[in-house]
């Protein structure tokens, strides 16, 4: 059975950092492009961050540029999400997501995207 697990979420002083984790089971995450989601209260979900099966293609949003960084750990099979600099506007919970058949494309709108994880409050606050 395919899951995702998000974790690491928790609350942060403007400026700080958090790291999450997106941890798979039942497939290869190696194999399957991997994205992360937002969404705060009243508010649509936004496209964070993608990358591909191969790592050949990376991209962020707008909003996240510079900031926030995703990586793959393939013995893990996790992938993560290094969040620096972060702002009040930060505040959402986070998923991540996957496609359940092997893909090479990354893309930040969540329309192809099959699989959810339970996502992982993320506050920023001081």
């Known amino acids: 059975q395919l899951q995702l697990v ?7 002083q403007p400026g700080g950092s958090l790291r999450l984790s997106c941890a798979a089971s039942g497939y ?4 399957h492009p991997i994205g992360w989601f937002r969404q705060a209260p009243g ?9 591909t099966s191969a790592d050949g293609s990376i991209k962020y949003g707008d909003s996240v540029k510079g900031r926030f960084f995703i990586s793959r750990d393939v013995a893990k099979n996790t992938v993560y999400l290094q969040m620096n600099s972060l702002k009040p506007e930060d505040t959402a919970v986070y998923y991540c997501a996957t496609d359940g ?4 494309w990354c893309t930040l709108s969540d ?3 099959d699989f959810w994880g339970q996502g992982t409050q993320v506050t920023v606050s001081s």
């Not at 508010?43 to 990358?51: A, D, L, P």
């Not at 058949?101 to 090479?104: A, E, L, R, V």
């Open 43 to 51: 508010k649509e979900r936004e496209g964070v961050s993608c990358i």
């Open 111 to 113: 329309q192809p995207y």
């Open 101 to 104: 058949t092997i893909q090479t």
């Open 28 to 31: 290869n995450l190696r194999d």
């Open 6 to 12: 998000e974790s690491g979420g928790g609350l942060v």
